[in-house]
T-cell receptor, first 111, second 111 residues
Framework: QKEVEQDPGPLSVPEGAIVSLNCTYS??????FMWYRQYSRKGPELLMY????GNKEDGRFTAQVDKSSKYISLFIRDSQPSDSATYLC???????????FGSGTQLTVLP | DAEITQSPRHKITETGRQVTLACHQT?????MFWYRQDLGHGLRLIHY???????NKGEVSDGYSVSRSNTEDLPLTLESAASSQTSVYFC??????????FGPGTRLTVL
């Protein structure tokens, strides 16, 4: 079983929809949680970062962490065609400097 | 502007050949990482380095080696290329554990 599980999709939604992307994990020592966005044929880039449980909002994006359920989510409001990309969750323990990534969810927002 | 570059961007080689992929960053980051990205597996860590002369094995290190002789460069060597090493390779660097800056990737095909 992988430490981090992520539904690979693909996920296709109409412009303006609310998108929910999710990851589950098995290692209870994970404390830091990130979402990276990767456009086609590019390297990933950091989108959101959260520490421990709770919500964090940045514009149209909200990251949510539920440590009791070992479940993290990324919500995208008013989705745009420019949001079409692969979204990877990533996480690490408090002492680690390396990240463990999910397999990524491919999202397409249709105009 | 600081950046991270990879070369070559595309490489075709034959089984059994030694191949070296270059990674160069101008962020002056101590932490550098090599990943491979395959469909269904996401980003998997090959090797990483936390400073000059420091190297560590990641999740999928068999058949790969790295050396760190300066802060800017972390070349990845495939000692004897195998078809299973056909993949997209990403180099990343970071100054803080959660924000990794990725290069544009190298597409390697082993025939």
């Amino acid at each position: 079983q992988k430490e981090v599980e992520q539904d690979p999709g693909p996920l296709s939604v109409p412009e303006g929809a609310i998108v929910s992307l999710n990851c589950t994990y098995s290692n209870s020592a994970f404390q830091y949680f990130m979402w990276y966005r990767q456009y086609s044929r590019k390297g990933p880039e950091l989108l959101m970062y959260t520490y421990s449980s709770g919500n964090k909002e940045d514009g149209r994006f909200t990251a949510q962490v539920d440590k009791s359920s070992k479940y993290i989510s990324l919500f995208i409001r008013d989705s745009q065609p420019s949001d079409s990309a692969t979204y990877l969750c990533a996480m690490r323990t408090g002492s680690a400097r390396q990240l463990t990534f999910g397999s990524g969810t491919q999202l397409t927002v249709l105009p | 502007d600081a950046e991270i570059t990879q070369s070559p961007r595309h490489k075709i080689t034959e089984t059994g050949r030694q191949v070296t992929l270059a990674c160069h960053q101008t962020w002056n980051h101590n932490n550098m990482f090599w990943y491979r990205q395959d469909l269904g597996h996401g980003l998997r860590l090959i090797h990483y380095s936390y400073g000059v002369q420091d190297t560590n094995k990641g999740e999928v290190s068999d058949g790969y080696s790295v050396s760190r002789s300066n802060t800017e460069d972390l070349p990845l060597t495939l000692e004897s290329a195998a078809s299973s090493q056909t993949s997209v390779y990403f180099c990343a660097s970071s100054g803080s554990p959660d924000t990794q800056y990725f290069g544009p990737g190298t597409r390697l095909t082993v025939l």
